[in-house]
């Protein structure tokens, strides 16, 4: 069972509908389009043999309920676990922060960015799925040498500022591209943009645009740190009323 099915929103609307013009043609008794939305729920994106013999069931409709009920469980135990584990990593980060020591003594492991991407878009999977336009562009799927733990949180860092710079709708573009040495992440909103005034500040630590309670001011600067740990690059582009860019440049191999 997927925590995470893989597709951009917009993907998920087609594979909804041609879920529901096959249903409505092969059953044109049944509701299609609910028991087409509990099929995507049920991470099933087309009607092979066995679907359509569950489709001919006396009451489908409560089949797929509970289908789709047993993946959500599934999913959000998946979810509690990866968040635990994120929240570990994060308090162990300001920890060493807060000891001005940014660092883990670990060796790097070999380990996908866009696992590493993935797992953390579960955490803000209901937060998604309903008014943010979701893009990913997944041109390197390969793995590189780095500190998992650590680049998890500047995934969370980076999508946690964008959704909250769109105020949680608009469109969320993530890239993840390489070249010979190097691997490229950019993480892409549709907000409110940054202004120039303040573009080198937003890496100072406790400097935060966010209101009382809402933010540490650490995010970017823990951010920096980890990046430049491991010898990579942060870059921003931002237009005001527009949106903002963070890309991340990473070492395939680190020296």
């Given at each position: 069972i997927l925590v995470n099915n893989d597709l951009t929103t917009k993907e998920e609307r087609v594979v909804k509908r041609n879920l529901n013009n096959q249903i409505s043609k092969l059953y044109p008794n049944l509701d299609s389009f609910n028991i087409a939305e509990l099929l995507?729920?049920?991470?099933?994106?087309?009607l092979d043999e066995n679907c359509k013999k569950m489709l001919r069931f006396n009451d489908p409709e409560t089949t797929f309920k509970i289908l789709?009920?047993?993946?959500?469980?599934t999913n959000s135990i998946k979810i509690v676990e990866i968040s635990l584990d994120k929240v570990q990593n994060i308090v162990y980060s300001l920890r060493n922060y807060?000891?001005?020591?940014?660092?883990?003594?670990?060796?790097?492991?070999?380990?996908?960015?866009?696992?590493?991407?993935?797992?953390v878009l579960t955490l803000y999977n209901s937060k998604i799925k309903y008014s943010i336009n979701l893009i990913k562009e997944y041109k390197f799927r390969g793995k590189i040498l780095c500190y998992p733990d650590m680049l998890s949180q500047v995934w969370i860092n980076l999508i946690d500022n964008a959704l909250h710079s769109m105020?949680?709708?608009?469109?969320?573009?993530?890239?993840v591209d390489d070249n010979e040495e190097n691997v490229f992440v950019k993480v892409k909103d549709s907000g409110s943009?940054?202004?120039?005034s303040i573009r080198e500040e937003i890496f100072q630590p406790f400097?935060?645009?966010k209101e009382i309670g809402e933010g540490t001011g650490l995010g970017l600067d823990i951010v920096n740190k980890?990046?430049?740990?491991?010898?990579?690059?942060?870059?921003?582009?931002?237009?005001?009323?527009?949106?903002?860019?963070?890309?991340?440049?990473?070492?395939?191999?680190?020296?």
């Open positions: 995507l729920a049920s991470n099933i994106f087309d789709s009920s047993i993946v959500g469980i807060s000891r001005n020591n940014p660092t883990l003594k670990l060796n790097p492991t070999s380990y996908s960015i866009v696992e590493s991407i993935e797992s105020e949680y709708k608009g469109n969320l573009t993530i890239i943009g940054i202004p120039i400097f935060t645009t980890i990046v430049n740990h491991h010898n990579g690059l942060i870059s921003l582009e931002s237009e005001i009323g527009i949106g903002t860019t963070f890309t991340i440049k990473l070492p395939k191999v680190m020296s």
